[in-house]
């Protein structure tokens, strides 16, 4: 399985830019998605396709990346980002996720 | 409004079984592929099944193949998760998403329904 690799957790301050990033174990192309989770609620799409906005997502969100390395930009940071953020792949089989990286707002 | 509604989870003990459904609203359920994805507590989440527009075609992860069936009924705009032979790694909340793309990644997903398998 493809597996992929994420900082467990970051704290930043709001205003500032901050970057999450995601490792895969082998090559996923551009197929690489990220979700946002706040406690208690499903997962939100935010990125696909390694740097296309979801409909209805703030542009302060940015995705970049291809191969193995990728990362998710929220620039500025904003209260209400408290969450912890999945990446996850579509270009091998089985479908899988990141373990998270759970972002705190200082 | 789209809305997924997860319902039929509960306690149940291993070697048992329990079905999931998805109710689907605001969108026409029978145009896209859906998923199955869980959560166990505290932990990560973790694709489980998916099926095609049609229900012609089906897809699991290998821990759930052969114990865990994917279905769904577009006349009732409801997808479903038949689990069998439940185990305590089974424990999860399961949620039910859309692929509205085809790419095989979740743009809407519902709040889940939670899944306890313990004696």
């Known amino acids: 399985d493809t597996v992929l690799t994420q900082s467990p957790a970051l704290a930043v301050s709001p205003g500032e830019r901050v970057t999450i990033s995601c490792r895969a174990s082998e090559s996923v192309s551009t197929r690489m998605h990220w979700y946002q989770q706040k406690p208690g609620q499903q997962p939100k799409l935010l990125i696909y396709g390694a740097s296309n906005l979801e409909s209805g997502v703030p542009a302060r969100f940015s995705g970049s990346g291809s191969g193995t390395d990728f990362t998710l930009t929220i620039d500025p940071v904003e209260a209400n980002d408290t969450a912890t953020y999945f990446c996850q792949q579509s270009w091998n089989d089985p479908l899988t996720f990141g373990s998270g990286t759970k972002l705190e707002i200082k | 409004e789209v809305q997924l509604v997860e319902s039929g989870g509960g306690l149940v003990q291993p070697g048992r079984s329990l079905k999931l459904s998805c109710a689907a609203s605001?969108?026409?359920?029978?145009?896209?592929?859906m998923h199955w994805i869980r959560q166990a507590p505290t932990k990560g989440l973790e694709w489980v099944a998916s099926i095609s527009p049609s229900g012609g075609s089906t897809y699991y992860r290998d821990s759930v193949k052969g114990r865990f069936t994917i279905s769904r009924d577009n006349a009732k705009s409801t997808l479903y998760l038949q689990m069998d032979s439940l185990r305590s790694e089974d424990t999860a909340t399961y949620y039910c998403?859309?692929?509205?793309?085809?790419?095989?990644?979740?743009?809407?997903w519902g709040p889940g329904t939670m899944v306890t398998v313990s004696s």
């Open positions: 998403a859309t692929d509205w793309r085809s790419n095989w990644y979740f743009d809407f």
């Open positions: 605001g969108f026409t359920f029978s145009n896209y592929g």
